[in-house]
């Protein structure tokens, strides 16, 4: 009896090992998981819809769709800008994608994706603002942005002028409409959504002052793991036209 035991158990072990070898390591939906971060404070590229309290905009979407066509499943998290860029940089997030600009600073904590699109800093004011008609003529002026931000890092190159810096833009831009602040510093299409809902109180002066591409940043330790998937899905959605559709459906007319 102990040899058929032995023998019993033995099968049973062996067909464990080979059930197990022959399993994927992926979720529990089968596909490999990749935890995101992001910012919902940066209409229209990610924000929480107020009716279903889910994440949505330009890059919630665009990940989503790169997720599918690379077999991943996202693991979102909503946290504050600067905390999401900690956090990608000692490896918390697998990824982050939240309008990041690709600069030579972040790439040494963290690698980025290819570009998917390409949006620098403006400068908006009050309408009733006569004597700030672009970023020169912003010494001396309480400038808002948002901390840990390429709006800020802009404005504070501005010899004179008074940074105040943000948790979020929503803020930045409240306190300008309500008079106190002088000026925001941010990303274009980002001061586009927020213009569209105050169209009478804010404007746009100069020009888009820098040449800045986003990204999707990826923790160093992952890179050879998830880097060459985004890549990939990323220029199919650029040539299937995915990309393409999404900027007309959140940025253009904004």
Aim: hydrophobic fraction near 45%; proline fraction near 3%.
């Amino acid at each position: 009896m102990k040899r058929v035991t032995w023998i019993f158990v033995s099968v049973l072990v062996f067909t464990a090992l080979v059930l197990g070898a022959c399993a994927p390591a992926a979720s529990s939906g089968g596909a490999k998981k990749i935890r995101v971060a992001t910012d919902a404070t940066f209409p229209p590229f990610e924000m929480v819809d107020e009716q279903t309290k889910q994440l949505t905009g330009f890059d919630v979407e665009l990940m989503n769709a790169l997720a599918k066509k690379a077999g991943f499943e996202v693991e979102w998290t909503n946290v504050g800008f600067d905390s999401m860029l900690a956090g990608i940089s000692e490896c918390q997030y697998d990824a982050a994608i939240a309008a990041i600009t690709i600069t030579e600073d972040r790439k040494a904590t963290m690698d980025f994706s290819d570009p998917y699109i390409n949006a620098g800093q403006i400068v908006t004011v009050r309408k009733e603002t006569t004597d700030i008609k672009s970023k020169d003529d912003l010494s001396g002026k309480k400038i808002g942005a948002q901390i840990g931000t390429t709006g800020a890092i802009e404005a504070g190159k501005i010899a004179g002028a008074e940074v105040k810096t943000y948790d979020a833009y929503d803020q930045a831009f409240l306190d300008l409409a309500n008079g106190q602040i002088d000026a925001v510093i941010a990303d274009y299409p980002t001061t586009l959504a927020f213009l569209a809902t105050n169209p009478d109180k804010l404007m746009t002066v100069g020009e888009v002052f820098t040449d800045e591409n986003y990204g999707i940043a990826v923790c160093k330790k992952k890179s050879s793991e998830f880097m060459g998937p985004i890549n990939e899905a990323l220029k199919a959605l650029k040539d299937d036209g995915t990309v393409k559709k999404l900027e007309e459906k959140w940025l253009a007319g904004q």
